[in-house]
């Protein structure tokens, strides 16, 4: 069981857009930065957004993150098939002075 | 370019060690923070450890608190992970990964441990 709670799976078509939760508590997200990661099969972990809602250069603008309270949400607009993958969000847990991330997402662009 | 390669996975017996290394390359090692993260076949992403840049402060998953001992070497821009006492749970693919304040932007390929008798 995961410390941070997201969603199995998500789906929608080429060019549409999609939103992924992640929710924690005030130990977790509401009192630490959020960043999300993209994994595509096969492969290792790549960060997406940091600082809730900062992109790392090379980061598509189509990708964006925010947060409120509790809870964070990465967006993907523009939908490609490429963008299919697992994806995971993560913060820092004050009391249990460790690292928590969501049970990943997977993606799928019908 | 960054370049993180991590090696010394393997298979091992229930109770058994293994030393997983973490050799970067690119970017001033001795200025970061740096993790550990682990992925059970068909699971999600784990945190398992992470150092401070010069080893005084270091943080680790319940499970494997007094077990897993993380450490690093500076000079040989070198993170390590011990691992001993292996349990069937510790099976993953293991990651070393940069630790900015919050996150992680760079990581390795990932070594494969597997634990079975």
Redesign the interface.
């Known amino acids: 069981q ?1 410390v941070l709670t997201q969603p199995p799976s998500v789906s929608a078509a080429p060019g549409q857009k999609v939103t992924i939760s992640c929710s924690g508590s005030s130990s977790n997200i509401g009192n ?4 999300w ?1 993209q ?1 595509l099969p096969g ?5 997406l957004i ?2 809730n809602n900062k992109r ?1 250069s090379g980061i598509p603008d189509r990708f964006s993150g925010s947060k409120s309270g509790t809870s964070a949400t990465l967006g993907i607009t523009g939908l490609q098939t490429g963008d299919e993958a ?1 994806y ?1 969000c ?3 847990d004050t009391s ?9 997402t997977k993606l799928t662009v019908l | 370019e960054v370049q993180l390669v991590e090696s010394g996975g393997g298979l091992v017996q229930p109770g058994g060690s293994l030393r997983l290394s973490c050799t970067v390359s690119g970017f001033p090692f001795s200025t970061y923070w740096m993790s550990w993260f682990r992925q059970a076949p068909g699971k999600g992403l784990e945190w398992v450890a992470n150092i401070k840049q010069d080893g005084s402060e270091k943080y680790y998953l319940d499970s494997v608190k007094g077990r897993f001992t993380i450490s690093r070497d500076n000079a040989e821009n070198s993170l390590y992970l011990q691992m001993n006492s292996l349990r069937a749970e510790d099976a993953a693919v293991y990651y070393c990964a940069t630790n900015s304040i919050g996150f992680f932007d760079s990581w390795g390929q990932g070594t494969l441990v597997t634990v079975s008798s």
């Open positions: 995961s630490n930065y959020v960043s990661y994994q492969t290792a972990p790549k960060l940091h600082e790392p697992d995971y993560g913060t820092w249990l002075s460790a690292g928590v991330f969501g049970g990943g």
